[in-house]
């Protein structure tokens, strides 16, 4: 029996609401990793050529050869996240090159504007010292 255009298209929209509700809960509960993965990101997009690169690039070595210890699904907030911001754009996707990953898709990523993305990047680590000062002087 054949489906209908509309059932297919019903399951699809199903099934995208229940990857966002999972990518949320994955999101609040990692949610330092997530800011942080967002910086790094960025800041690894700034350094590329054409600024362009995937969230490989913005993944410390030891990261690439082994499992993330709670298994990563927040990672796909961060490039989520970043491209509702308009911080990027999807241009090409490929095979992640993390073992853990088994050549999973992963998508290559280019900043919108190098600019607005330099100002972020500034405006949060200024934030981090400010707050780790904070901490500090509060423990002293």
């Known amino acids: ?78 490039t989520r996240s970043l491209r509702k911001d308009g911080f990027i754009e999807a241009v090409d996707a490929g095979q992640s090159l993390r073992p853990s990953r088994h050549c999973g898709l992963r998508h290559v990523w280019r900043l919108v504007d190098p600019a607005a993305a330099r100002r972020y990047v500034g405006l949060q680590q200024a934030t981090t010292v400010k707050d780790s000062r904070q901490q500090k002087e509060a423990a002293e």
């Not at 255009?5 to 999972?22: F, I, V």
């Not at 790094?40 to 993330?68: E, K, Q, V």
């Open 1 to 78: 029996m054949k489906r209908s255009n509309k059932n297919k298209s019903d399951g699809k929209n199903k099934g995208q609401q229940r990857r966002d509700r999972g990518m949320q809960l994955a999101a609040d509960a990692k949610s330092d990793r997530v800011a942080a993965g967002r910086l790094a990101l960025l800041s690894a997009l700034l350094r590329l050529p054409n600024h362009t690169g995937t969230i490989d690039d913005a993944t410390d070595d030891d990261a690439m050869h082994a499992a993330f210890d709670d298994g990563g699904c927040w990672r796909g907030s961060v």
